[in-house]
């Protein structure tokens, strides 16, 4: 709850200048927002009603105050339930008391899916089923003998004994329509026996049966040679469908109106509404579905079907020829192609077409035209942990913001829950409410924030009706909307694989022409004996450490021969320092094509199209259609589906997350540009745990090829044994190996690690070290292939490269930094491995030898790639 409030009305909208207008909210209801923060008023729950939906698995808001609420009439104040940093996520789930329980609760992972109502007694269930069908020949001799036509006899435990008992076709030999749902069924021969003497039999309801589940095609052929009427076959249209299955998705034809054994024409003509969703239907090309049964249909729903039968231009122009039809309900892409226009253009009289507007759709852009998504649901398991059940469902709700003050951004987001009234909030394109965060300083200043958020009508809602927010709000399909929506809605799946699918042939067929990069010395700086290059530097190590005396250290930046420094020179810079043309610098023009992720990326791509150093990466920023495909074929294959997000251009692992959570993946994107790239979930370990290597290349130039690896890198070790626990996948110390910023490092020298890896895994460490040496001068290849515009003269430069091992040693390129940390290289003594050199390569010679490499041409402690 807020701290009384201290500030005037003028006070308030002073302080909270920059939120009320980043909130969006109108400023006619800023002194009201102000009035219910000064009295900590939350009435939300004096208008609103929050009720379940999906049996239990969901929860909307309804308008129930008596009288309309118009359009920015109000503002609504709604508390957070659960603030926190990602990484705090399950230890606060384990460790706040009450906190799971409320979580659970709010996101509707509290309920069993996989418990019924208690079964009962076997001799119970079996009277059930007797007195049902003995009620039914009652009713049939009342009503003249055949009269029963539609029987269901769901979830009563009949099994094959009791189903052979039960003597159906004898009873009911007109029967139009049986459904044996949800029962014991389990023998296909006791099934076939008996269903194939209901010759009349037109829809046949065998679902949730292990003889479903278990059987193939055979039982499916064998009874529909049986039954020679039948329709529909466990809610899938069969091949001979007819006016009858049609009539039954019309809703003409039901256990109140079976329909008679022969057909009269005419009863189809008064279908409006024709729902044909998920009937499995191959081909439309059937009599009973033409304009002259069905003259009034106005609405069609094809979503589900495969239709491969027939050719997208027969599908259009048989939809076509239906006058009346106005909305129409489809996959796309899908049968009738995978364009909304051409769809639109070749049906002109569409109205609606997926439930939007067409005469917006070609205004909006949409390439997945979809208002009635399904949602995406949590699965658990009973046995599932209610904390696990959070974590997983947690992204359908979480919202987030960034702390910032004059000085600086926050690195990391803060991710929080509404509470229940807020979460009731469901999506909508046409959203008639709008949620912003808010900061509330009661004080004035940020030490006193509270954090709300607030909501307040878009448009005028009527009692009764259900409050929604647009979960993408000022989101276009510039910025990818329709995939983003994929984080909360089951969106068209084929779209996203053919998609995918044309991204993985154009990089198969992806590469720069190979052009022959001739490696030749540049000349040295120093052209006579006695003559130094002033170094201007803010880089502590190199002032500390570079004392060779052909380099002198000063802080003139005008006079330098050399600049060494961390930021970047851009023309702004060179204004401010008097940096000039004719001087060195450590940095290469668009060298951003390697030292940025995403541009690493695409740099390889462009290269090398596929290869195996470099793990699937994606740019989410415009590549989330193709990851989103990729996933879901890894998901079909039954691949390893576990993603590592990385920000674009932050070191240290910053913001960083490892996730097999397609709904996070997509939902991280809120907190920064990032790529998403394929986890490597079988590393080489080292004594059980994770490692990655960090290796110091130098380059000289670009055209030529002159780029070096220094002798001496060192490991980086995970302090955790690694798993693959997805509990473990918070555990920042289990998964991520950079321990030199506020936390325990333990540093091993570089002889150590190589000659006990070398013993525990039995390998020769020169034949990995030689593979890795091909890998990193291959990278730096293709920007000098990709981008020979990052070529100058003028530049030399040092470069982190870190390095991972699979479990078969080969080794995948992880990064590539500008001005690495080198505080590790200068602070310990060791010897090189690699040229089997015994002297003590000295920490505090680092600089002395990447200067010599760079500036004088010498190639002590390195090696050229």
């Known amino acids: 709850m807020a701290a009384p409030a201290i500030l005037t009305f003028d006070q308030f909208t002073k302080v909270h200048s920059f939120l009320l207008a980043a909130s969006g909210i109108p400023t006619s209801l800023y002194r009201q927002l102000y009035d219910k923060f000064s009295s900590e008023t939350f009435d939300g729950g004096e208008f609103f009603q929050v009720e379940p939906v999906d049996d239990g698995r969901q929860r909307r808001l309804i308008l129930t105050s008596s009288e309309c609420l118009e359009k920015e009439s109000r503002v609504f104040l709604v508390d957070h339930a659960w603030t926190f940093r990602l990484s705090d996520a399950l230890k606060q789930l384990q460790e706040v008391p009450g906190l799971t329980e409320r979580m659970a609760s709010l996101m509707c992972v509290d309920i069993d899916l996989e418990s019924g109502p208690e079964e009962a007694e076997e001799n119970g269930t079996r009277e059930d089923v007797i007195t049902i ?10 009503e003249g003998g055949d009269s029963i036509s539609w029987l269901e006899l769901d979830e009563l435990g009949v099994d094959d004994d009791m189903l052979l008992s039960l003597d ?126 069905l003259p009034s249909l106005s609405y069609l729903n094809l979503r589900g079907n495969p239709l491969d039968q027939n050719s997208v231009s027969d599908l259009l122009q048989l939809i076509k020829t239906f006058d009346s039809l106005h909305a129409l309900e489809v996959d796309i892409p899908g049968p009738l192609g995978e364009s909304v226009t051409k769809i639109l253009e070749y049906i002109p009289n569409l109205s609606l077409l997926n439930g939007v507007d067409t005469s917006k759709i070609l205004e909006s852009g949409k390439s997945v035209m979809d208002s009635v998504l399904e949602p995406r649901l949590p699965d658990w398991t009973a046995e599932e942990p209610l904390s696990d059940r959070v974590i997983d469902a947690m992204w359908l709700y979480l919202m987030n913001y960034r702390l910032a003050d004059e000085e600086k951004i926050d690195e990391t987001s803060v991710w929080y829950v509404m509470d229940e009234l807020g979460s009731a909030l469901r999506h909508s394109d046409e959203a008639n409410f709008k949620v912003a965060p808010f900061l509330y300083m009661p004080d004035g200043t940020l030490n006193s924030a509270l954090s709300f958020s607030i909501i307040w009508p878009t448009k005028t809602v009527q009692n009764g009706e259900e409050c ?13 909307r329709s995939a983003r929506l994929t984080a909360w809605f089951h969106t068209p799946k084929s779209y996203f694989v053919n998609e995918y699918k044309k991204y993985r042939e154009n990089l198969k067929s992806s590469s720069v022409s190979s052009q022959t990069l001739n490696s030749s010395s540049t000349r040295s700086l120093i052209s006579s004996e006695g003559t130094t290059l002033r170094v201007y530097t803010d880089i502590p190590q190199v002032e500390e450490f570079l004392k060779r005396p052909e380099f002198v250290i000063t802080s003139d930046s005008k006079a330098a021969d050399i ?134 290349v130098l380059l000289r130039s670009l055209n030529p090829l002159e ?159």
Not at 133 to 142: G, P, S
Not at 228 to 243: D, Q, V
Not at 469 to 480: A, N, S, V, W
Request: with cysteine.
């Open 468 to 480: 929604t927010r647009d979960f993408l709000y000022g989101i276009g399909e510039e910025k990818q």
């Open 707 to 865: 780029v070096f690896i220094a002798d001496i890198f060192w490991v980086r070790l995970a302090n955790n044994s690694y798993t693959l626990d997805k509990h473990s996948l918070y555990e920042y110390e289990t998964h991520f190996t950079v321990m030199n910023y506020g936390r325990q490092l333990n540093h091993m020298n570089t002889p150590e690690f190589v000659k006990e890896f070398e013993q525990e895994h039995q390998v020769n460490w020169l034949d990995i070290h030689a593979r890795i040496r091909g890998m990193i001068k291959s990278a730096f290849e293709s920007a000098a292939l990709v981008h020979p515009e990052m070529h100058n003269p003028m530049c030399r430069a040092m470069y982190g490269v870190d390095v991972m091992l699979d479990t078969n040693f080969q080794p995948k390129l992880l990064e590539v930094t500008y001005c690495p940390d080198c505080n590790r290289a200068c602070k310990y003594d060791t010897k090189s491995i690699l040229k089997g050199e015994t002297e003590i390569v000295k920490g505090q010679d680092f600089y002395n030898y990447v200067f010599g490499c760079l500036f004088l041409n010498e190639t002590a402690h390195v090696s050229q790639l």
């Open 168 to 293: 159906l076709p004898s009873k009911f030999p007109n029967l139009h329509a049986l459904s044996l749902t949800d029962n014991k069924l389990e023998n296909e021969e006791a099934v076939i026996q008996e269903i194939t003497k209901l010759k009349n039999l037109r829809a046949l309801w065998l679902n949730n049966n292990p003889v479903s589940q278990k059987s193939n095609d055979r039982m499916m052929n064998i009874i529909l040679r049986g039954c020679p009427r039948l329709e529909i076959y466990n809610s899938s249209f069969t091949p001979r469908f007819s006016e009858w299955a049609l009539g039954f998705c019309g809703g003409i034809h039901s256990k109140d109106n079976p329909g008679s054994i022969e057909q009269t024409d005419g009863f189809l003509r008064s279908v409006v509404s024709l729902d044909l969703s998920n009937r499995c239907i191959h081909s439309l090309a059937n009599k009973a579905f033409s304009p002259q049964q």
């Open 563 to 696: 600049i060494w420094t961390s930021m970047q020179v851009d023309e702004e810079m060179k204004k401010a320092t008097g940096i000039h043309d004719q001087q060195y610098i450590n940095q290469f023009p668009y060298e951003a094509c390697l030292v940025m992720k995403h541009h690493l990326a695409e740099t390889i791509q462009k290269a090398h199209g596929i290869t195996t150093w470099f793990q699937p990466t994606y740019n989410l920023e415009g590549q989330l259609t193709q990851m989103i495909g990729d996933y879901l074929v890894r998901e079909d294959e039954g691949f390893d589906n576990l993603w590592i997000l990385k920000p674009w251009n932050m070191a240290r692992t910053i913001d960083t997350t490892v996730t097999s959570n397609l709904t996070a993946i997509i939902r991280l994107m809120e907190t920064g540009p990032k790529i998403c790239q394929k986890y490597i979930e079988h590393p080489a370990l080292f004594k059980g745990k994770k490692f990655d290597l960090r290796y110091i």
């Open 133 to 142: 069908v003995e009620r039914e020949v009652c009713k049939a001799k009342d």
